[in-house]
T-cell receptor, first 115, second 115 residues
């Protein structure tokens, strides 16, 4: 079945540091790929997405590129802020499921940014 | 605020009991999804409804059931509760049932504690 493997946390960085959270996936065909963010006490928010190979999703300074050859969708940000502290989830949605958001999630990575 | 409302926010109940979680989707969204977030299983897709009809099923136990009503709100019923059912239950909604450009918006979740 489909699966998503993401970098174990927690990750602690200083403000303005560079962030990478690794995500790889296993799926048949060409799934859509997502990064969701969960701030404390809140639900999941879509951060960015990519629906086909070589697409780059970007939002709020975060970027991720859909790499089919390495089945990866790593999340990056050049300069993190304290307000980026949250749990980040990589997810995929199989194109063949007929269900738009039957998402398979990774285990989540807790990011803490220190001032 | 995503526009998806879940009630109650917290629920504490005893083993063997039955509870009902409620979700009101965003205005205009026809599709509702239920997810379970637990420490050992992570975030798992349970079930999807679209305009009152079951659309897709994930890792939902037979003790659990859901429905979507004519006003499009949805309820997730959990019965014969076990300690392992303690989790955060999320509802999400989207306009459409299929389509790779459909974004799902998540509620803040209901935290269920079974004692």
């Amino acid at each position: 079945g489909d699966s998503v493997t993401q970098m174990e946390g927690p990750v602690t960085l200083s403000e303005e540091a560079f962030l990478t959270i690794n995500c790889t996936y296993t799926a048949t065909g060409y799934p859509s790929l997502f990064w969701y963010v969960q701030y404390p006490g809140e639900g999941l928010q879509l951060l960015l997405k990519a629906t086909k190979a070589d697409d780059k999703g970007s939002n709020k300074g975060f970027e991720a590129t859909y790499r089919k050859e390495t089945t990866s969708f790593h999340l990056e940000k050049g300069s993190v802020q304290v307000s980026d502290s949250a749990v980040y989830f990589c997810a995929l949605s199989p194109i063949s499921s007929g269900s738009a958001r039957q998402l398979t999630f990774g285990s989540g990575t807790q990011l803490t940014v220190l001032p | 605020d995503s526009g998806v409302t879940q009630t109650p926010k917290h629920l504490i109940t005893a083993t063997g009991q039955r509870v009902t979680l409620r979700c009101s989707p965003r205005s205009g969204d026809l599709s509702v999804y239920w997810y379970q977030q637990s420490l050992d299983q992570g975030l798992q897709f349970l079930i999807q409804y679209y305009n009152g009809e079951e659309r897709a099923k994930g890792n939902i136990l037979e003790r659990f059931s859901a429905q979507q009503f004519p006003d499009l709100h949805s309820e997730l019923n959990l019965s014969s509760l076990e300690l392992g059912d303690s989790a955060l239950y999320f509802c999400a909604s989207s306009v459409a049932a299929t389509g790779q450009n459909t974004e799902a918006f998540f509620g803040q979740g209901t935290r269920l504690t079974v004692v």
